[in-house]
């Protein structure tokens, strides 16, 4: 019973400062009275992202609760970016090619990787987008992914991406995977990266954006009027049915994250220089394989493990933390000794910079969504 | 006593990687805007041509508009008509694209009825593009309504915000 209590007094106190800053970063701090339906939306999400929040230290369990804002994140961006289009430009998903030569089109964070040589070097973005003022910038969405990965390096992938959601639920659909992938399917993700650098400077086009991209379905895609953007249109859907739909429902992995995303695959690199990492203190482990087996993006095998480490393309999503039945697997600053005390402040130090991501990624998506489906309910619109 | 040394040598560099990263993370995350501003991204990067036009490499400024040439990129030179309020329900112009003092294209357009009539003058222009017209896509997605005023509202020339602009693109024959 008392241990019962003080684990609730444990979980109170660490949210104390979460909610704190979440208090600002959601924009409770802002809030305008005589606006019901935003203030309204504010609130829902302020409490129930502090609510995770507070689950997640008290049951101490990281996956679970990732998952749910992850799931919903990507459920609300699509209502809130396609709204939020026609309200910009007269029209729902259908890019037009005079939203392309008027820079009309929103910036992503998967084109970067396809245009960062042209950047460094050129100074130049291989997009038809705008550089600031408009809905997803150029501007603001690189200097958010610096942010990002100075956090968290590739925990964007498993905490941030508006579009992985749709992957992590519906790999947890099924009870039992019916289908098995074979682990070095995680480099095909690397083999997309480099195509689609090589194509995208040689063709002056951001190929993955035109050609390849399955979340054009779930955002924007090119007006059908030609037999090529037939053509392009059947390739990105049957992507999104396959690789993020069908498979993981099927494997109970990541499929697309894992095995075709190139942003993905360079946010791989770009980890190297973040602070955070996962890894397996050797004195704990019993090698059960349970991480192994379990890992949404296979990120694990037996000679990583040996070398007390996950593969390149550990997205720190929390699950192995999670199912580990001895505490082995733990989030860990680099160059720190492993295990001990200093396990305990990377694990409350990386939750708490996600958290805080997450809340600002949660008001400018859930917000807006919570404020259209009530505007719909009382005025019989979803448009402002 | 060598290994302790090195350990704790390893981290406190571990945590002070941590703290700065930290530091200018949250930094950025917070102030995303201005960060962005401040960074000079916007300045110092730009869109490629390809989608944008050319540097402009003609201005020349009218009653109440300014009309801008774009260097050709790829085979297309863009042109702009730009106001500060509002354009004149009609512009006529011949324009000489390629500045070598020979008129290449005349257009007359009707800036609230959205309509264009162009005809090619010289030899320079040999073809405008088709695709439901080029011409009448740039225009229609410059025209007078809220959407197109907010993105020409952000473009600037010479520290200018207009206010309202159209544009059309003519495929040139590459020499």
Not at chain 1, 136 to 150: D, K, N, P
Request: charged share 20%; hydrophobic share 45%.
């Amino acid at each position: 019973m008392f241990t019962k209590y003080k684990n609730v007094l444990r979980a109170m106190v660490l949210t104390v400062p979460f909610a704190f800053l979440s208090y600002f970063v959601t924009g409770v701090v802002y809030l305008d009275r005589s606006d019901w339906k935003h203030s309204l939306s504010v609130l829902l999400v302020y409490a129930f992202i502090n609510f995770l929040f507070f689950m997640s230290m008290l049951t101490r369990k990281i996956d679970h609760y990732r998952a749910i804002i992850f799931i919903l994140i990507a459920l609300t961006f699509p209502i809130e970016f396609v709204l939020k289009l026609y309200e910009l430009r007269g029209h729902f998903m259908a890019l037009n090619f005079s939203d392309v030569i008027n820079g009309n089109t929103p910036f992503c964070h998967i084109v970067i990787p396809q245009t960062i040589i042209p950047l460094i070097f050129k100074k130049q973005i291989i997009f038809p987008g705008t550089m600031d003022g408009l809905y997803y910038s150029v501007g603001s969405m690189i200097t958010l992914w610096v942010a990002v990965s100075l956090l968290l390096g590739k925990g964007w992938c498993s905490w941030v991406c508006f579009y992985g959601g749709w992957e992590d639920g519906c790999s947890r659909i099924a009870k039992k995977a019916r289908l098995k992938l074979n682990p070095k399917l995680i480099w095909s993700s690397v083999a997309v990266l480099l195509l689609v650098i090589i194509l995208t400077i040689e063709f002056a086009t951001p190929i993955y954006c035109v050609w390849l991209c399955p979340f054009k379905a779930c955002s924007e895609f090119f007006e059908i009027a030609s037999p090529l953007i037939v053509f392009q249109t059947i390739i990105f859907s049957a992507i999104f049915l396959a690789l993020v739909i069908i498979l993981p429902f099927l494997t109970k992995k990541r499929v697309q994250c894992m095995t075709f995303c190139p942003f993905g695959a360079f946010q791989s690199l770009v980890d190297k220089v973040n602070p955070f990492e996962v890894r397996i203190d050797q004195k704990k482990c019993i090698n059960c394989k349970k991480c192994i087996q379990q890992c949404p993006v296979m990120a694990l095998s037996e000679k990583s493990i040996e070398r007390g480490r996950t593969l390149f393309n550990c997205n720190k999503c929390g699950k192995c933390i999670d199912l580990c039945p001895v505490n082995a697997l733990q989030y860990h600053i680099k160059l720190t000794p492993i295990g001990g005390m200093g396990a305990t402040i990377a694990r409350q130090v990386f939750l708490y910079f996600t958290y805080i991501i997450v809340a600002g990624m949660g008001s400018s998506f859930i917000i807006p969504a919570i404020e259209r489906i009530l505007l719909l309910i009382t005025t019989g619109s979803i448009l402002h | 006593m060598n290994r302790k040394i090195v350990s704790i040598i390893r981290s406190i560099v571990g945590y002070s990687w941590l703290i700065v990263f930290a530091v200018l993370g949250i930094g950025l995350f917070a102030n995303l805007e201005a960060a962005t501003q401040k960074i000079g991204i916007n300045q110092k990067v730009k869109i490629i041509p390809k989608y944008t036009g050319g540097e402009v490499v003609d201005k020349r400024s009218k009653a109440n508009y300014v009309r801008l040439i774009h260097e050709p990129v790829d085979n297309f030179i863009q042109v702009d008509w730009l106001a500060e309020e509002a354009l004149p329900k009609q512009i006529e112009e011949e324009i000489d694209l390629n500045k070598d003092g020979i008129l290449d294209l005349k257009v007359i357009i009707d800036t609230q009825d959205e309509t264009i009539i162009y005809e090619k003058l010289s030899d320079e222009v040999t073809a405008l593009m088709k695709k439901t017209s080029l011409i009448e896509l740039s225009f229609k997605a410059s025209t007078n309504n809220k959407d197109s005023l907010f993105f020409y509202k952000n473009k600037e020339y010479e520290e200018i915000q207009y206010n309202e602009g159209v544009s059309i693109r003519i495929l040139k024959r590459s020499l």
